[in-house]
Each structure stands twice: as structure tokens, then as C-alpha cells.
């Protein structure tokens, strides 16, 4: 598996550190979405994980806080 496939690996290993994390589920899908809340360096961006809709690929959102 790449690091594509595994975006949190590669998250943690470009030094970024999870400071958060919670999970809930999708009220339009059903489908569990995870939340990270991710440090380095005095920075912190929320990292949304979902699985897609059709296919087994993950989509990550990035939001910079």
C-alpha cells in the first residue's frame, strides 16, 4: 500500500502529530467519517477521512486551522 492509501502515515511522517481525533457517522450516508486534529510546528489542520461512495479509495480533506 502507498501512502496514498494510508494518508495518516503520511501525515505523521512528513511530523505531523495527532492532537485529536473523533469519529461520527455520515447522517447521508450511513458511512463513519473520522476527524484529526493534526500539530507540528505551532500549526494545526483538521484531517477529515472518509471512505468514497462507490470503490473501496479513501477521500481526505485538509482544512488549515
Do not use: C
Not at 2 to 16: E, I, N, V
Amino acid at each position: 500500500m502507498s501512502d496514498m492509501d494510508k494518508p495518516l502515515t503520511a501525515f505523521t511522517s512528513q511530523g505531523w502529530e495527532v492532537a485529536n481525533y473523533s469519529a461520527a457517522a455520515d447522517p447521508s450516508t450511513g458511512s463513519l467519517v473520522h476527524s484529526f486534529l493534526m500539530r507540528r510546528q505551532g500549526k494545526s489542520k483538521l484531517v477529515i477521512i472518509r471512505k468514497k461512495m462507490l470503490g473501496e479509495s479513501l477521500v481526505t480533506e485538509e482544512l488549515e486551522i
